[in-house]
């Protein structure tokens, strides 16, 4: 079993940055893609980065240039640096991870999410 964890969240104003981590622990034999999805109230749950194992990134169109993912292999942690925050932000950030267990077999583990808030 993996746990996921995410941590970062809360309030901001417009224009402020926050950072997020996830930290995944437990039975952990391999991981490819680390990532981040948002839920804002009312609407679909949506993309906001993934990192693959060896770097490549991939962003939503709504955070591109204000949003950066990185990870720490060593630490099972993945960040999302969050800048120039917007009121439409606002939501329910969850990190997920995609493991492959010893007998190659993928899973995606989430996090339970974590509050993030743009309001003046």
């Known amino acids: 079993q993996v746990h996921v964890v995410e941590s970062g969240g809360g309030l901001v104003q417009p224009g402020g940055s926050l950072r997020l981590s996830c930290a995944a622990s437990?039975?952990?034999?391999?991981?490819?893609?680390m990532g981040w999805n948002r839920q804002a109230p009312g609407k679909e749950r949506e993309l906001v980065a993934v990192?693959?194992?060896?770097?490549?990134?991939n962003y939503g169109d709504s955070v591109k240039g204000r949003f950066t993912i990185s990870r720490d292999n060593a630490k099972n942690t993945v960040y999302l640096q969050m800048n120039s925050l917007k009121p439409e932000d606002t939501g329910i950030y969850y990190c997920?991870?995609?493991?492959?267990?010893?007998?190659?077999?993928?899973?995606?583990?989430w996090g339970q999410g974590t509050q993030v808030t743009v309001s003046s």
């Open positions: 997920y991870v995609n493991h492959l267990d010893s007998a190659k077999w993928p899973r995606t583990y």
């Open positions: 437990g039975s952990i034999f391999s991981i490819n893609d």
């Open positions: 990192i693959a194992s060896g770097g490549g990134t």
